[in-house]
């Protein structure tokens, strides 16, 4: 069973960043790609940003530019470094681990709350 832990959300003002974490437990996160998505308040969960265990990426056109996606497999970690943050970037964002950055993900975090005040 794996465990993933987000971390790093909180309130920022529009045009501010945060860094989101997350923490896996277990032996399999390199071996998988791990994705980052976001739901806001009467909308459908979206994918943000997603890494192949080989490290390739992919983002949506909605934050490229702004948002990073990496990891550190020696700590089971996968960021996301947000930049340039605008207030309809206010969601939950929650990290998963799948076997490719579309495939269905197999396990989910608990989610982190962003806010961006205007």
């Known amino acids: 069973q794996v465990q993933l832990v987000e971390s790093g959300g909180g309130l920022v003002q529009a045009g501010g960043s945060l860094r989101l974490s997350c923490a896996a437990s277990g032996s399999i996160f390199r071996r998988n790609a791990m994705n980052w998505y976001r739901q806001a308040p009467g909308k459908q969960r979206e994918l943000v940003a997603g890494?192949?265990?080989?490290?390739?990426?992919n983002y949506a056109d909605s934050v490229k530019g702004r948002f990073t996606i990496s990891r550190d497999n020696a700590k089971n970690t996968v960021y996301l470094q947000m930049n340039s943050l605008k207030p309809e970037d206010t969601a939950v964002y929650y990290c998963?681990?799948?076997?490719?950055?579309?495939?269905?993900?197999?396990?989910w975090g608990q989610g982190t709350q962003v806010t961006v005040s205007s």
């Open positions: 890494i192949t265990s080989g490290g390739s990426t």
């Open positions: 998963a681990m799948a076997r490719g950055i579309w495939s269905k993900a197999d396990y």
